[in-house]
């Protein structure tokens, strides 16, 4: 069962809106994802982390940024959101053997 | 650049049959590949993870294989059944635990 957690499941927001998506786990995995996903569409691999203070963008560009200052903790900043970045967000962690464990999601809606 | 291409036609299935799935990847040699299912409206869930020295790998009656020669994996739902039916993802990593999806294939099975 994996221990990582998303929230908020669902988010609505106005244009222009900061927001932050939280992700945390309780494993002590040391490596974290996120990953942008559309309906029907592949993940892309939008920021990850090593580690406590360490943090790298993915292969897909991104606005957002993120931040490592706990190892269980993995936020996901918007500073100001748009309607292009409508989309599910899902954070994961690695086992450090490659086995990857997904939260459940935020579904972004921007108005 | 690295790709991996999974059949983005539906496959559908009756019940008791065997389900195939391909994945095939390109300009990278991965020490290991990885299979997740994928639910509408969740995260992935790892299911096997194969190494290149392994050619074979089975879980009930789940069986990977890996082909480092032909640059692919093939995923078995043996006797399946119609909760089987989701979205399969083939992932691998590039390097630097930087792990990278296909877009999927979704599976139907018809009871």
């Known amino acids: 069962e994996a221990d990582i957690y998303q929230t908020p499941r669902y988010l609505v927001i106005g244009t222009g809106k900061k927001i932050t998506l939280e992700c945390s786990q309780t494993?002590?995995?040391?490596?974290m994802y996120w990953y942008q996903q559309d309906p029907g569409m592949e993940l892309h691999l939008i920021h990850y982390?090593?580690?406590?203070?360490?943090?790298e963008k993915g292969d897909l560009s991104s606005e957002s940024t993120v931040s490592r200052i706990r190892t269980e903790h993995f936020p996901l900043t918007l500073e100001s959101a748009r309607p292009s970045h409508t989309s599910q967000y899902l954070c994961?962690?690695?086992?450090?053997?490659?086995?990857?464990?997904f939260g459940s999601g935020t579904q972004l809606s921007v108005l | 650049s690295q790709k991996i291409e999974q059949n983005s036609e539906a496959l559908n299935i009756q019940e008791g049959k065997t389900a195939t799935l391909t994945c095939n990847y390109t300009?990278?040699?991965?020490?290991?590949l990885q299979w997740y299912r994928q639910d509408p409206g969740r995260g992935p869930v790892f299911l096997l993870l194969?190494?290149?020295?392994?050619k074979e790998k089975r879980k009930e009656r789940l069986k990977v294989t890996f082909d480092t020669t032909l640059k692919q994996s093939l995923f078995h739902i043996t006797a399946s059944q119609p909760a089987d039916s989701a979205t399969y993802l083939c992932?691998?990593?590039?390097?630097?635990?930087?792990?990278?999806f296909g877009a999927g294939t979704r599976l139907f099975v018809k009871a």
């Open positions: 994961a962690s690695n086992d450090g053997g490659g086995k990857l464990f």
């Open positions: 494993m002590g995995h040391d490596k």
């Open positions: 982390s090593y580690g406590v203070n360490s943090t």
């Open positions: 300009n990278y040699s991965p020490a290991y």
């Open positions: 194969i190494r290149e020295n392994e």
């Open positions: 992932a691998l990593e590039p390097g630097g635990f930087k792990t990278i």
